[in-house]
């Protein structure tokens, strides 16, 4: 029956697996010749059945709305085809906590993205589907929205294509995106709100990546004891420690963190957006277990670099590192004064690094300071609070 | 010192091994298997001896670890400089003895065993040791701290590799012959030690009475050095008759 209903959608929108989108350069591209494909399909299914529906739009209709900006922070980029409505974030929120998106309804996107945890799990590896395990770990959703690359390997170049690749990867969720379709179109409640947010029409993984990005846009957390410090004008917010340790943090020739964990003039995402080889991931040998960034560019100075993560709330979201071998931030900060792991490809910076004692207890008090506020409307929606809570 | 004790049951497996070489057929399509010198243990022999230190008897100086709270309190005990061990006797120990020449044109079996440097109470245990090519180096922590063992190899590769509390051992090897190798962490910068890397397994460290002892040597003629890591090196001609037992000195001077 989920078959039946959804044969034609399934030539439309492809099962998009996460590799399916690291090998698409251009998602966006991809959703365009689909475009003109489509009334083809539509044509040819419609002199046979008369049942095809015609093209849609999947941009949001409601009243746009803008999501602010905390202290620290800069206004949130939005795309184009996916501006922020009440109605689409309401829905995402809902996608976000819902376990039908897995296969056999039990994982949902907030499974390993918990909001208790700062929208992590907590893990090294994350649990997926009858407990397969990943071999990296579950990053912050929150902040993600200034983000220019998804994924520890940036292979997604936006929320909106970061969203569906979970659901189908077979070690997460586990369940291709025609089920998941199906499984929502089946709900009439989903189908009235997802008309709510984008006109009427089908439910169509595209919509489903939009509001899910949509809600994500809204998971921004600034205002911290740094930012309070740093932008807002207030020298008591930070401890006489964690001032030593942000200025150990932007000194070139000792800590030199914001190198990569970037702070800005009027704002600071922690984050340079790129890729970095720090020699997290080289075994005992001295091997790159994980090629990274290379995986994507097949370039060889990308292998083992991994995306920059944002440092905001970073106290919240141990264990640390794409492979979550380093538990607490000491040992993070332990890591870097040791020069990391020596391999072909390690960033040079790395080995510049020069931490005494002192240096590193005042480091790890500087990123106590980074835990922002939260915003209030990111746990589940009322409907489904009980279902999560067991 | 343990190495003593620890290296003489190495040099004795080493051997046994050596004794019995391999005998594979080559096959036209593979690479030949190494043809290992065979030692006679009828006529292999003995180098035994103690180095000795002359001169005013060192006073070890106080190391400081109070930068790291975590490594006064793993160490057990107050930790002094341990670049020069003499005892009451003035016997000299920690000195890295080797057959530095004479052995030329013989290929020795690489021991399956692992020479293991532990990490422990902040400080390399043990502080000097020998390994051969491509023989394994165990790096182990057994500390609740995170070290970075940097080997600071000139011949061979240097690295480095952080190693948390509770983290597996690292596993490395050495592909030249280099003597000797200084060895850091990259965190505590009083841990020190040296890795001597030899294609051969005659080498030996001078225990705490300043006693070594190399066997299984085949009888020949020798050129034998004693390292020591602030004193320098020494060597002495060595002749080793069939199944001889050879007894020797070394003697650095002090200041």
């Known amino acids: 029956m989920e078959g039946g209903q959804t044969a034609v959608i399934s030539a439309a929108t492809a099962l998009r697996t996460p590799r399916a989108q690291a090998q698409a350069t251009k998602p966006a591209r991809c959703k365009r010749v ?10 040819i ?18 009243k746009i709305i803008t999501i602010e900006a905390p202290l620290g922070l800069p206004p949130i980029p939005v795309p184009a085809d996916d501006p922020e409505t009440a109605e689409g974030v309401e829905l995402g929120r809902r996608l976000f906590y819902e376990r039908r998106l897995s296969a056999g309804n039990v994982l949902s996107c907030a499974s390993c993205h918990n909001p208790q945890l700062c929208f992590t799990d907590g893990q090294k590896h994350s649990t997926g589907f009858q407990g397969k395990t990943g071999t990296r770990n579950a990053p912050t959703v929150m902040n993600a929205a200034y983000f220019p690359y998804q994924f520890w390997d940036g292979r997604a170049a936006s929320l909106e294509d970061q969203a ?27 189908r009235a709100a997802f008309e709510k947010a984008f006109g009427p029409g089908r439910i169509t993984i595209n919509r489903v990546e939009k509001a899910i990005a949509s809600f994500e846009r809204t998971l921004i957390s600034g205002d911290s004891p740094f930012d309070r410090y740093q932008f807002g004008g207030d020298k008591t917010a930070l401890s006489p420690a964690a001032i030593r340790g942000l200025a150990i943090f932007r000194d070139q020739s000792k800590g030199n963190c914001a190198a990569c964990h970037t702070i800005g003039q009027n704002y600071a995402l922690f984050t ?27 370039l060889d100075p990308d292998r083992g670099a991994f995306k920059t993560p944002t ?37 040079p910076k790395t080995r510049e690094i020069k931490l005494s004692a002192q240096d590193r207890a005042d480091l790890v008090e500087f990123l106590q300071s980074l835990t922002g506020k939260l915003p209030a409307d990111a746990g589940p929606p009322a409907e489904t609070r009980t279902e999560q809570s067991e | 010192m343990k190495l003593h004790t620890v290296f003489f049951p190495i040099c004795c497996v080493v051997f046994g091994s050596c004794s019995t070489p391999a005998h594979k057929e080559a096959k036209s399509d593979a690479a030949p298997a190494p043809v290992y010198f065979k030692i006679d243990p009828a006529t292999a022999g003995t180098l035994a001896g103690v180095v000795r230190f002359k001169g005013a008897k060192p ?14 309190d793993a160490h057990h005990g107050k930790p002094h400089d341990e670049s020069l061990v003499v005892d009451a006797k003035g016997d000299l120990a920690n000195v890295f003895i080797y057959v530095k020449s004479g052995l030329e044109g013989r290929k020795f079996e690489t021991p399956s065993d692992p020479v293991t440097i532990d990490q422990q109470g902040c400080w390399f245990e043990p502080r000097i040791a020998g390994i051969q090519v491509g023989q394994t180096l165990k790096v182990v922590n057994s500390d609740p701290v995170t070290h970075n063992i940097h080997p600071m190899a000139e011949v061979n590769r240097a690295w480095n590799h952080s190693q948390g509390a509770g983290d ?13 190798i200084p060895v850091k962490c990259n965190i505590h910068s009083w841990m020190h030690a040296y890795i001597g890397v030899l294609d051969h397994p005659y080498f030996a460290v001078s225990g705490n009475d300043g006693k070594f002892r190399i066997s299984n040597l085949p009888p020949g003629d020798y050129v034998v050095e004693a390292w020591q890591e602030k004193l320098g090196t020494q060597q002495q001609k060595i002749t080793i008759p069939p199944s001889g037992a050879v007894e020797t000195a070394f003697t650095f001077k002090g200041e």
């Open chain 2, 168 to 180: 597996p051992p690292i596993s490395r090897k050495f592909l030249k012959p280099e003597i000797m």
């Open chain 1, 311 to 347: 440092l905001r709330n970073v106290a919240l979201t141990a264990p640390y590192m794409h492979d979550g071998s380093l538990k607490t931030l000491r040992d993070v900060v332990d890591f870097y004064a040791g020069g990391g792991n020596s391999n072909p490809y390690l960033d």
């Open chain 1, 272 to 298: 340079d957006g790129k890729f970095h080889n720090i020699g997290v991931g080289v075994d005992g040998e001295g091997n790159l277990v994980d090629q990274g960034r290379y995986s994507e560019t097949k």
């Open chain 2, 59 to 72: 006073h070890p100086k106080p190391v400081d670890m109070t930068s790291d709270p975590a490594c006064v």
């Open chain 1, 34 to 43: 689909l475009h003109f494909v489509f009334p083809v399909i539509a044509a």
């Open chain 1, 164 to 190: 569906a690749g979970p659901i189908a990867n077979p070690v997460e969720m586990n369940q291709t995106h025609d089920i998941s379709v199906s499984k929502l179109n089946a709900d009439p409640s989903y």
């Open chain 1, 45 to 62: 299914a419609s002199a046979g059945c008369g049942q095809q529906a015609p093209p849609q739009s999947d941009r949001p209709i409601g």
